[in-house]
């Protein structure tokens, strides 16, 4: 079914909502706080990569507190056990059987906190529940209800007691993210609002689990032309031809580019994904995925310069090239 125009309208006072209450908390960093946003409407899950104290916990905590759902919060320490997260069948004396207690995994909005100082066994217990949005313990399979995201935090440059994210688990992210240090303005007004008590604790829901239900089915039913689709796969086939990158955008990433472009569409009342929206999504979306050859990385290229080569090299769609 087609979104009409008085869709797109409700989708934005929702999403304005939404945003505009967790930038009460998180000042100046209205671009992070809306590409979390769209995470979530487009079924994704964020990994938030940056240094101490810029407000990654923070802003993975005011999304869940602006939609009334559940939120589960994970400290993942070395110590940390699979079914820690997933939940453990316990024995019940008075029924005489065991009993399912479901772990943190199962919340809508689950935040994952300094997920590389956990071992790997414990962050492969992620993986079924990121991709399939379902938890296997003990041969039973249990689904995770919608709105459903992971919420990773990581700090960049602290190596010691920490498990780098392999591939195959930074893949299952449709975005990383990077909050950054706030302007010098953003930071004195941070100052007196924050002085003597964060705004955090006036935040309330400013929509309902089934809202953000019926904003993921408006998005995807964003139209995408079989042009741009193309575009999506040149885009992603000129990263694994790049002389620079020994791995490429994979499938999952084109699939997750598609979806994040329909709900970016959608934020800008459009009822079509533009080419714009596909370019404005490329880095947060592939960054995290591609990787340098070691020649590259010696003469200095970066992820972010090979994905801005990428989409200026790659022909958009409804422009003549010359030749």
Known sequence: MAVNAEDLQWFSKRFDAITDNIERVIQGKRDAIELMTICLLSSGHALVEDVPGVGKTLLAK??????DCSFQRVQFTPDLLPSDV????????????????????FANVVLGDEINRASPKTQAALL???????????????PLGPPFIVIA???????????PLPEAQLDRFMMRLAVGYPSRDKELEMLDTHGIQSTFTDLEPVVHADDIIQMTDIARRIHVADVIKTYLVELADATRND?????????RATLYLQRASRTHA????????????????????????LIL????????????AVIEGVGQGVPVPGTRTNG
């Open 86 to 105: 997933t939940g453990v069948s316990v024995w019940d004396r008075d029924a005489s059987s065991f009993v399912f207690r479901p772990g943190p995994i």
């Open 153 to 163: 935090t990581q700090n960049p440059i602290e190596h010691e007691g920490t498990y």
């Open 293 to 304: 050859r070691p020649e590259a990385q010696m003469r200095g290229v970066t992820v972010d």
């Open 243 to 251: 002389p620079d990158l020994l791995l490429g955008a994979s499938p």
């Open 128 to 142: 079924e529940a990121m991709e399939e949005g379902q938890v296997t313990v003990d041969a039973v399979t249990r």
């Open 62 to 67: 005011s999304l869940a507190r602006s939609i």
């Open 266 to 289: 959608a934020v800008h009342g459009r009822d079509y994904v533009a080419p714009d929206d596909v370019k404005a999504l490329l880095t947060p979306v592939l960054n995290h995925r």
